[in-house]
């Protein structure tokens, strides 16, 4: 394999994320395109229960270590659509960005996806910033919005967890040979 600069590696990263996301955005339009009003609800719904622990919504936990909040949603249309949606205050909502990513995964979006078709979705998490505890909390908070969604939509939704371990860990082995010490730096 012929060696690759920094900069090599970096722009082919940048290429590979801009085709993931246009990918992503085709997938989510289809999925728009082909829910009922009511699974719709469900879809937009589902992030913000995640993004807050309130009383008021399911998935509530009576601790305050409970881990919650995406991060940037803030910024997203489902935040905005959310504040409408249930009338609340952005001031009421605790700042937290516990989970680093949601996405959605499986046939969602897809040629396979039909009326039926669950809403998997991976749930992403730093190690590094949770506490054991707090990663329990989050597992009941998404087991109490899958049982929700269940319950009043009648539509199976499913959790799975992926933890940010460190950098070394997760990035290829070959390419952190291939930079040395400035990505390691970096992580």
């Known amino acids: 394999m012929p060696s690759m600069s920094l900069e090599s590696i970096a722009r082919t990263i940048s290429e590979r994320r801009e085709a993931f996301l246009s990918y992503n955005t085709l997938r989510l339009r289809e999925l728009i395109r082909y829910l009922s009003p009511k699974k719709f ?8 229960l995640l993004h807050v622990n309130l009383p008021e919504f399911p998935g509530y936990l009576d601790d305050s270590s409970c881990a919650h909040g995406i ?11 959310a504040l409408k949606q249930f009338r609340i205050h952005e001031d009421k909502v605790k700042k937290r960005q516990d989970i680093q990513g949601i996405y959605l995964m ?3 979006g ?6 039926h078709s669950d809403f ?5 998490t730093d190690k590094s910033t949770l506490t054991a505890r707090q990663r329990s909390l989050l597992i009941q908070k998404a087991a109490a919005v899958e049982k929700w969604s269940q319950t009043k939509y009648n539509h199976k939704v499913k959790f799975f967890f992926l933890m940010l ?3 070394e860990k997760t990035i290829s082995p070959l390419l952190i040979r291939k930079v040395r010490g400035p990505l390691k730096k970096r992580c």
């Open 41 to 48: 609800e469900l879809f937009h719904t589902i992030p913000f």
């Open 71 to 81: 991060y940037m949603f803030n910024r997203s249309g489902f935040w905005r659509h």
């Open 106 to 108: 499986g046939s969602a």
């Open 110 to 115: 897809t040629i396979g996806q039909t009326e």
């Open 120 to 124: 998997d979705y991976w749930l992403i």
């Open 165 to 167: 371990i460190n950098c």
